[in-house]
């Protein structure tokens, strides 16, 4: 949100130029927009490595594996995406950088470097 001056004010939940709404921190259900299928925890499984995948969303069933808690970290912009029914945290297998890498559910990681790989930018987009 900008000020009267122009200056970007901390966000409320609207974006100001070049920066994203704030997110709340609460369940969410995550859809893709062309495929329709929501990001879903394999099996509901809290084993660290399970496969976060694509799968049709599960809505006259119990679909807890497909409900995650986006929760801001820090001043930086970024978030994590905790499992509900897993209790873990989205992460890159492995941290990779290369385009392909799979998406995968994993204890939090507590130091610096290796919390980077579960932490998410959210972008606004025009």
């Known amino acids: 949100m900008q000020s009267d001056t122009g200056?970007?004010?901390?966000?409320?939940?609207?974006?100001?130029?070049?920066?994203?709404?704030?997110?709340?921190?609460?369940?969410?259900?995550?859809?893709n927009k062309k495929a329709r299928t929501t990001l879903n925890l394999c099996s509901?499984?809290?084993?660290?490595?399970t496969s976060i995948i694509g799968?049709?969303?599960?809505i006259e069933r119990d679909n807890a594996n497909q409900m995650w808690l986006i929760r801001?970290?820090?001043?930086?912009?970024?978030?994590t995406l905790r499992s509900l029914v897993g209790?873990?945290?989205m992460a890159l297998r492995g941290g990779s950088p290369?385009?392909?890498?799979?998406?995968l559910?994993?204890?939090?990681e507590w130091s610096p470097l290796a919390r980077a790989d579960q932490e998410w930018r959210?972008?606004?987009?025009?």
């Open 7 to 31: 200056e970007c004010q901390p966000p409320a939940h609207e974006g100001c130029e070049g920066h994203a709404r704030q997110i709340r921190e609460r369940l969410y259900v995550l859809t």
């Open 44 to 49: 509901g499984r809290a084993d660290p490595g």
């Open 55 to 58: 799968y049709e969303q599960q």
């Open 72 to 79: 801001r970290e820090g001043l930086n912009d970024t978030y």
């Open 87 to 89: 209790g873990t945290y």
């Open 98 to 103: 290369n385009d392909g890498t799979p998406t």
């Open 105 to 108: 559910g994993w204890p939090r």
């Open 122 to 126: 959210v972008e606004e987009q025009q």
